[in-house]
């Protein structure tokens, strides 16, 4: 009848997307006649920032200010493809293919610009500030603003791109057996410290240390607050959430958000998060997929903290009370 | 067929009438009739916080109360929070705290924190994530908006000494 005390760890490796090919994803890009940029997807904002980091994204490709782009994810009958905003895909698929679309923009924009400038679009750079200059010679520029204007109603040019990102398919080697089965993995790793009372089987998480390695972070507030709340759900998962919490009858599980409950903000860990940049090889400006992989380690964390508390492996989620006291019994009844 | 009541309210200082159906709630009303969409309907039996207002004053839940005992009291909303563009110290502060993710819990989150910083403008840790016990979030784990909470409490503090 005590309140026991023990600290788990668990590191994961985590791929981004969907593999063995088919997960592609379109993006389109072309600009207005005043020079701002439309993006258009069919991928979904849920409120992690999607919107945000593509426009990031196109606008760095370009050599504009974000706020010069636009993301239009409005409706998936008419907009290019997407496979969809999950798997941690979003930054990695999406944005690769945006960079395709802005890129090809951007040279067409180049080329009226060099025809406007009489100069060779090869000589032309972006400031990022709305101006294409003459590389060595940033007197000799037109603003982007004139260059549409420009390819809308003097040249006939439409300054737009088309992007597509899909991951070739891996087969195994008929001799080894060697294949790529994923690409672009985010790693992650969380120390979680926990108190169990061995009378009751509650689990109190006092604290979870998180380290998460994403690729290179494009929005770092952003990532940040993915990942607290990331790792707050990961507690989630470990102790709270099922469908079935009330046996035996079915009808007695939760029906909404009401009843299947997430720690609330009386319940929470005390939380860190460090977050380690080692870009990508094949992410649009080195980023990974973070999403779901920093939700991951707590699980094991904890269920490895509850092993080092009471001596008891519970490999049922969530761990409730009940399945604790159950391997307590249990392992009462062998010694 | 449904009656209709005509109720006026003072909706965020100004002075507002409308008929609505006798039995519809606040909620209903503010959003169909009144046209402020900023109280969310999330669970419609007041355990998600995301429709909290303040009806004189006072922290309430628009989904529970009726809108016809609303006659002549005053209703404040997350819509009337911002004055001449300038954005409230509590939504200041969410928005440099990133307290919101998909958004739908942020108006009942900001109208809980309201209530408690309108009576205590100084509060503790504990005292904050008592406010908002009654509030669902999904997205942020809840520690950025405690954050944030504390973060427009001192800012406010600041200003008036």
């Known amino acids: ?335 | 067929m449904t009656k209709k009541v005509p109720i006026q309210i003072t909706l965020n200082g100004e002075e507002r009438a409308e008929f609505v159906d006798s039995g519809a709630t606040l909620l209903r009303a503010l959003r169909d009739k009144f046209g402020d969409t900023s109280p969310k309907g999330g669970c419609h039996q007041g355990t998600c916080g995301a429709c909290s207002v303040m009806i004189d004053g006072e922290l309430h839940l628009s989904c529970l109360t009726l809108a016809e005992v609303c006659e002549g009291r005053a209703i404040e909303t997350t819509a009337g929070l911002a004055k001449d563009g300038v954005l409230h110290p509590l939504q200041q502060a969410f928005l440099e705290g990133f307290a919101a993710q998909c958004g739908f819990c942020t108006p009942g989150m900001i109208m809980a924190a309201k209530a408690l910083l309108d009576h205590t403008p100084s509060p503790t840790r504990d005292e904050v994530v008592e406010a908002l016990s009654g509030n669902i979030c999904r997205c942020t784990g809840y520690e950025p908006v405690i954050k944030a909470v504390l973060s427009a409490a001192r800012a406010n503090s600041q200003k008036v000494a």
Request: include cysteine; charged fraction near 20%; proline fraction near 6%.
């Open chain 1, 1 to 335: 009848m005590t309140i026991r005390r023990g600290r788990g760890v668990a590191a994961v490796n985590y791929p981004t997307g969907m593999n063995l090919g088919g997960d592609p994803s379109q993006a389109l890009v072309h600009s207005t006649p005043t020079g701002s940029f439309m993006v258009t997807l069919s991928s979904v904002d849920l409120g992690q920032g999607l919107k945000q980091v593509m426009a990031q994204i196109c606008a760095e490709t370009i050599g504009v200010s974000a706020e010069q782009v636009t993301i239009d994810t409005a409706d998936t009958d008419t907009g290019p493809h997407c496979m969809g905003t999950f798997a941690s895909r979003g930054t990695h698929r999406i944005g690769n293919a945006i960079i395709q679309a802005a890129t090809e923009a951007k040279q067409v924009m180049l080329e009226v610009a060099a025809e406007e400038l009489e100069v060779d679009a090869g000589d032309l750079e972006t400031d990022g500030a709305g101006n294409i200059q003459v590389k060595g010679a940033p007197s000799k520029s037109i603003s982007i603003f004139d260059t549409a204007l420009a390819a809308h109603f003097k040249h006939g040019r439409s300054i737009s791109g088309r992007g597509m990102f899909l991951i070739p398919r891996s087969y195994p080697e008929t001799e080894t057996g060697a294949m790529k089965p994923s690409t672009c993995y985010a790693h992650a790793c969380t120390v979680a410290e926990v108190e169990v009372d061995d009378e009751t089987g509650e689990v109190t998480v006092l604290t979870v240390k998180n380290v998460f390695e994403i690729g290179r972070a494009l929005n770092p507030k952003m990532v940040e607050q993915q990942l607290v709340g990331g790792s707050w759900m990961g507690i989630s998962h470990a102790l709270y959430e099922t469908t079935e919490p009330y046996y035996p009858n079915r009808d007695h599980g939760g029906t909404d958000f009401n009843q299947y409950l997430m720690p609330g903000p009386g319940d929470l860990a005390d939380t860190e998060v460090v977050v380690l940049e080692r870009p990508s090889a094949d992410g649009p400006y080195g980023a990974k997929g973070p999403g779901e992989m920093c939700a991951n380690p707590q699980i094991p964390a904890v269920a490895n903290a509850i092993f080092d508390a009471v001596g008891v492996r519970v490999d049922h989620l969530p761990i409730t009370p009940e399945r604790i006291l159950r391997a307590l019994k249990a392992q009462q009844a062998t010694t």
